[in-house]
């Protein structure tokens, strides 16, 4: 008896530490401004807190608005490159959900939109453009790097037909993000195409009053 007791003395201790541990992972608190451009917090519209879990493997965000209320949440397994992973959700400052975007190590796998009275939409429309996102050389450009480099999964006969639409974001820096097949035809096709897009060069990006911008962009691919 005294030695079980002893026993439970012994292993409470390390228990607690490893609790306390687990509890402890580093916070880190950053703030934005109107444009997502990093900030003090007096010249702040948002704020993200980020808790950094599984030894630094996994880092856990939760974006705010300034009034407290939550913008976005969501997982990355890294920053650099950026990895998103799991659920990422965006809300109006009302608390409705605006967004919702799965992600699987990366890849898109699921996209939902919300309009602010909570009805399911379609992707949202981008704001009228002082410059269109453009690529380098234009969309004949576009289409010839595609031709050029799209591998044709071997053994697919008879070859299926039809057209992928792509859906992704330019973001601010000309390069392409949250890349998913919108409509598809044949998985393996559906995969090359969006690993494509991902790979892209970077576009010159959308300006709105002199500021570059996330832009949404849809790209049928046509298989024949």
Do not use: C
């Not at 493997?57 to 407290?68: A, I, L, Q, R």
């Not at 697919?156 to 992704?168: A, C, E, T, V, Y």
């Amino acid at each position: 008896m005294k030695l079980r007791f002893i026993l439970l003395v012994l292993l409470l201790p390390l228990a607690t530490t490893l609790a306390s541990a687990q509890k402890t992972q580093k916070i880190d608190t950053t703030y934005f401004d109107q444009d997502w451009e990093e900030t003090s917090k007096t010249g702040s519209a948002f704020y993200r807190v980020t808790e950094h879990i599984r030894n630094g493997k996994m880092h856990v965000v939760t974006n705010y608005f300034n009034s407290g209320k939550i913008e976005m949440t969501g997982s990355y397994l890294s920053f650099s490159p950026e990895i998103k992973d799991g659920e990422f959700i965006w809300y109006y400052e009302s608390g409705n959900k605006k967004s919702q975007i799965n992600y699987q190590r990366g890849m898109v796998v699921m996209v939902k939109y919300w309009n602010e009275s909570g009805q399911e939409t379609g992707a949202p429309e981008s704001p009228k453009l002082d410059k269109q996102p453009e690529f380098p050389g234009g969309m004949s450009q576009v289409y010839k790097y595609i031709a050029e480099n799209f591998k044709y999964p071997p053994g697919l006969i008879p070859r299926p037909k039809g057209k992928i639409i792509i859906r992704f974001v330019i973001d601010k820096d000309g390069s392409t993000t949250d890349v998913f097949a919108a409509e598809l035809v044949h998985p393996l096709l559906d995969a090359e195409a969006v690993r494509l897009v991902k790979a892209m060069p970077k576009w010159e990006p959308g300006m709105l009053n002199g500021k570059a911008v996330r832009v949404y962009y849809i790209l049928p691919i046509s298989m024949q």
